[in-house]
């Protein structure tokens, strides 16, 4: 399912596409629309079925984003759209069975709330990078504008870090660090590999030293950009 997805959306990314005037809101809309008339479903391949109705009306909300797609941050990009129209879809569509979003493989930082400026995302991707591959330990950081469905920072940490499955592959596991601007939280999760190279003393210390007087400044950037340097230093 999560192939068909992203064959699809790298497909209308790139062809000739026209403005329409959609928002995610009227995109949520017709996907829903769609599922709940679809009498064709069976059981055992609902799923799939509508991850195939998802991927077809993507393309017209993505006609609405030709002109101001971020190119150079396409990741980003796709891991937005996908993860606010999944979210949508959640909250207003009651057939819907695709509860999780997914985002594209490789992803370092994920921004469903903009705070960081094109120079300081390719900094943060690439110390993120730096970890991953030197120090063999994935962290994903996530900029969230709302904690849907959950109501708790940490219990949204430790289900996006558990849905992403972030860290499997790696033999230091893997980290998310979650914030949110708006809200003015942030939590760390690590996998029960990743606590035996940065334990929960030391997730606790990163947001006491870096994060929190960093963001209390709104200089989000240094409050994570430290924060990812100091755990380089502490994977060495």
Known sequence: MKKIRFLILFYVIFINLK???QSISDISLKICDSIQSNKSFVSDTIILQQAKIYSKFLDDYLTVKKNDFNFSNWKNEINSINYKLTRELNKTCEKLK?????ILPFTNLIEIDSVFSTEQSKKITHISNEIKYKNKMEIVILSIDELYPDNEI?????NKLMEWQIGGVFEKGGTIIVFSKKLRVVA???TETAMKYLT????DKLIADFMIPNFKNNNYYDGIYKSLIEIKNILK
């Open 188 to 190: 760390i999760s690590t």
């Open 154 to 158: 940490r219990n949204f940490s430790n």
């Open 200 to 203: 929960n003393k030391d997730c």
């Open 98 to 102: 695709i509860k999780t979003s997914v």
């Open 19 to 21: 403005s329409n005037g």
